[in-house]
């Protein structure tokens, strides 16, 4: 029986904020801790570099990323935890992968309209053949489960076709199909400003998100700005329709303190925001102030944090070379006789 294995990433740019914890990596780390099933998560740099980037302040990023998941739960004594750059085999696997990957099915990634917006003639090779890579990644250490929101279940049943057509085109089992992990409750965490549009690093407002470096003070203001409306808070799931944002900040305080929705509306419903809106930055400092701190903390030792990604680069180098070898010899290529 194969070995249950869940990978999942995210890129080093700009700030991870409350949408990625909740909707990611507090799930990641649920996995992890059920012991169920190996966990690799990386910081997938090489996707990183496909748009516009600072390029003096990659490698910090992607210290800052790998710090916010050590300081969200990611435990390296029982994680994997890694640079994609550093695994060369994902690039090589990807090339082999593009092969394969059909033009119409390329096309037809919504994500590559949504990133090169109107200059999708002038955008690189790498944006429009970011899905390819990210089959890549999954494909190398045949992950058999892969965490995914809305945006990315295309790209997961791109990674699906891919294999198949291997497989078939070489008559044999050798990649296995992921399947997508379904997270839970919060995981879609919406602006602050808006509650239609999803909570988002590139947005240009900070008012609009809670960044996971965001201090107790920060946290206060920007939840007392959030938008909300003239009516009282909801004391039903139906009293939600066309309130968005109300419902976005109520989903955010039942995400963070694990109460139900029915709680909040029996402590909350019929009054005004202002006592809501008090909890609720209570109930955020309390969870998100012991992972900003630990976050700075591992910032002010690089050296830590690049050694938890070094031993994981090396871990992860032992399971995609030999796999990428093999693909290589189903493939037909020649190879230095040992």
């Not at 949408?19 to 780390?29: F, T």
């Not at 303190?257 to 005004?272: R, V």
Request: charge should be negative; hydrophobic fraction near 40%; aromatic fraction near 8%.
């Amino acid at each position: 029986m194969t070995q249950k294995r869940i990978l999942s990433g995210m890129q080093p740019t700009n700030q991870l904020h409350l949408g990625n914890y909740l909707g990611a990596l507090k799930n990641w780390v649920d996995l992890q801790n059920e012991g169920s099933a190996e966990c690799l998560y990386c910081v997938v740099d090489l996707h990183a570099v496909t748009q516009p980037y600072d390029r003096d302040n990659l490698a910090k990023a992607t210290r800052e990323v790998a710090a916010a998941y050590i300081a969200a739960g990611v435990d390296p004594a029982k994680s994997i935890l890694f640079a994609q750059s550093s695994v060369p085999a994902h690039s090589q696997l990807m090339w082999l992968l593009a092969t394969m990957a059909q033009m119409g099915k390329l096309d037809r990634m919504t994500q590559f309209k949504d990133k090169a917006g109107k200059n999708a003639e002038k955008a690189g090779l790498g944006l429009y053949a970011y899905p390819v890579l990210m089959a890549a990644d999954i494909l190398i250490y045949n992950a058999t489960h892969v965490p995914v929101g809305e945006d990315q279940k295309q790209h997961l049943e791109l990674a699906r076709d891919i294999a198949a057509t291997f497989n078939t085109r070489y008559d044999v089992e050798h990649f296995i199909q992921p399947e997508p992990y379904i997270m839970g409750a919060g995981t879609r965490v919406m602006s602050l400003r808006d509650g239609t549009s999803k909570m988002s690093k590139s947005a240009e407002s900070d008012m609009t998100r809670i960044n996971l470096t965001d201090d107790a003070d920060l946290i206060a203001k920007k939840i007392k700005k959030a938008k909300t409306d003239a009516e009282p808070v909801p004391t039903c799931e139906a009293e939600f329709e066309g309130r968005p944002e109300v419902k976005n900040l109520m989903t955010i305080y039942s995400a963070l303190s694990g109460e139900k929705m029915d709680s909040l509306f029996a402590q909350y419903g019929g009054q005004g925001f202002g006592d809501f809106k008090k909890a609720l930055v209570d109930v955020a400092v309390a969870h998100l102030e012991p992972i900003t701190t630990r976050m700075n903390h591992l910032m002010e030792t690089p050296d830590e944090i690049d050694a938890i990604l070094q031993k994981g680069g090396e871990k992860c180098n032992a399971i995609a070379q030999p796999f990428l070898n093999r693909t290589m010899d189903i493939m037909g290529f020649w190879k230095i006789q040992s």
